[in-house]
């Protein structure tokens, strides 16, 4: 049993104002296995935010089934952490709080909360600031909160809609080692949007290219190089060669329809 | 020419600078007084329609301390006054703030409150609390009640509507990553939206407390026999002017003082809240 499975995901979205309605996810099939680091690679309106968010729970299917560990989908759980695009961290918690804020709605008394919470502090590199707010640490520091929190629930999946999308060059690079070390430290399934091939070649062993408007998948590429990856390699550019024809076919696609 | 690494910052050329800090903002006020004292003392009013600043330093003086009975009956009781008037102030603000922020968060975050509690409010809220006076009186009779009754409309709103305002613009991915982490409805509500909507209920408390202090003079002046606003509104009968000026000058500082005291709660529970003005950083 794949750990998501998507059967004939549909999803059509109103536009009241100009009453119309529009296709953004036309029959999305996709088994996405444990362990697995799926990247969802396409471009902007492609509707690779909107199936993540289906998967989170946060947005219903029009049609079609979601299923996390053989479950239905209908609401957002801990059982699947998602990293956003911005933080989304409660501002007015520190870092530890932030990362602990699940164990305190479940009522977990303050000192078991700091002890487990220390532990994910350490993993992403923060200790030092557990005690700073949101506004005290940079944009990158912010993300690492949002990653730490959504691993201390000890979720099945982990969903990230372009978590690094607003970090500059350099911090980006750092954040995606992270992830990857974090990744086969802890052994999870991760989902990751992202509209960059580079970004997706580095992350993931499997490559989902998406077709923009409507949304469908173009081609799964699984991508076993070794880690840590050399963007420089040939097998790295021949992948890379690969899915840029899946995209560029696309546009032509795209602009002779037009 | 020197080279742009070697180049110190530019010193300031006006080297009491610093001695100045704190005093610019004395000089618009001295200047002020200066220019009325001039003006009461030059004799084109008569001293009775028009005191001079020092005049009214020693009515309030006498009001407060009762050195020499210039004020008559209020020599000597000023923190009386004071008290009644603030007592006032704090009852129907605290009524209003616990009843605004419970509407104003019910309101926000349920439609159903929304479409049954705030047409009514909303309908109420321009009628001037003023002309709530006479009722008041007929209802709550010549004391405490009816000045009460009037801060409290006066507060309502203000933190009513702020309350609206922050829980309706709580970022939805907030309310999103709640639920992600498994909140239920109530920890949505106690744990995300009311912090989240904090500074905005703050932004509602302050204007709530100016309004308080305007009303509860205003019912003072009609409906109370006692504060800061009948000493007022009696000295204009006996045309005390110094009286009325030095009450007038009490509830500005008593009025600045309130919002002093909730600017410093609010900067303890939002400290979490850097803002930055475009003049620099703040608090």
Redesign the interface.
């Known amino acids: 049993m794949a750990a998501i499975e998507l059967r004939n995901i549909v999803k059509v979205f109103s536009d009241k104002r100009r009453g119309r309605d529009l296709l953004t996810l036309d029959n999305i099939n996709l088994d996405i296995e444990a362990n697995d680091f799926v990247c969802l690679l396409g471009p902007s309106g492609c509707g690779k935010s909107t199936l993540l968010n289906i998967i989170?729970?946060?947005e219903q299917a029009t049609s079609g089934r979601t299923l996390v560990d053989g479950k239905q989908v209908e609401?957002?759980?801990?059982d699947?952490?998602?990293v956003?695009q911005?933080p989304?961290?409660?501002?007015?918690?520190t870092a530890i709080d932030n990362i602990a804020?699940?164990l305190?709605?479940?009522g977990v008394a303050k000192a078991e909360r700091y002890d487990r919470a220390m532990e994910f502090i350490d993993l992403v590199g923060l200790r030092g600031f557990e005690h700073h707010?949101?506004?005290?640490m940079s944009g990158g520091m912010n993300q690492r909160v949002g990653i730490a929190?959504?691993l201390l629930?000890n979720p099945s999946v982990i969903l990230m809609d372009e978590p690094f999308a607003a970090l500059d060059a350099q911090t980006k690079l750092e954040m995606q080692e992270e992830l990857v070390a974090i990744w086969q430290k802890r052994r999870c399934t991760i989902v990751f949007v992202t509209h960059s091939v580079d970004e997706a070649l580095v992350l993931g062993n499997k490559i989902v290219v998406m077709t923009k408007r409507p949304g469908r998948i173009r081609e799964a590429v699984d991508f076993d190089l070794p880690r840590p990856r050399d963007i420089t390699s040939p097998e790295f550019n021949d992948a890379k060669r690969h899915v840029l024809a899946l995209i560029r076919e696309e546009s032509t696609r795209l602009a002779q329809a037009s | 020419m020197t080279s742009v690494t070697d180049a110190a910052p530019p010193r300031p050329a006006f080297r009491l600078t610093r001695a100045f800090h704190g005093i610019e903002r004395l000089i618009v006020p001295a200047l002020l007084i200066a220019g009325w004292e001039a003006f009461a003392r030059s004799g084109m009013l008569p001293p009775a329609l028009l005191p001079a600043p020092s005049a009214v330093l020693h009515a309030l003086g006498d009001w407060v301390f009762g050195f020499d009975e210039t004020t008559q009956t209020y020599s000597g009781h000023w923190l009386r006054d004071a008290l009644a008037s603030a007592l006032r102030v704090f009852g129907g603000f605290a009524l209003a703030s616990l009843l605004g922020i419970l509407a104003g968060v019910a309101i926000g975050w349920s439609r159903l409150f929304e479409k049954t509690l705030e047409p009514t409010l909303q309908m109420l809220r321009p009628i001037p609390p003023v002309s709530w006076i006479p009722l008041a009186i007929i209802w709550f009779g010549i004391a405490d009640k009816p000045a009460i009754f009037l801060v409290f409309l006066g507060a309502f709103f203000p933190v009513l509507m702020n309350s609206i305002h922050g829980v309706k613009t709580v970022d939805h991915n907030l309310v999103r990553a709640g639920a992600m982490m498994g909140a239920n409805q109530r920890q949505m509500l106690t744990d995300i939206v009311l912090p989240a909507a904090l500074p905005s209920i703050f932004a509602g408390l302050r204007i709530a407390v100016g309004s308080a202090w305007m009303l509860t003079v205003t019912a003072e002046m009609v409906a109370v026999k006692s504060g800061l606003g009948y000493v007022l509104w009696d000295s204009y009968y006996f045309l005390r002017y110094d009286i009325v000026l030095a009450a007038m000058i009490s509830i500005g500082l008593l009025g600045y003082l309130s919002d002093l005291g909730l600017k410093a709660i609010m900067a303890r529970t939002l400290r979490w809240q850097q803002t930055t003005t475009v003049q620099g950083r703040a608090g």
């Open positions: 989170a729970g946060f609401r957002p759980g801990s699947r952490g998602v956003f911005q989304t961290l409660m501002p007015w918690l804020f699940h305190k709605l479940k707010h949101p506004s005290e929190r959504a629930m």
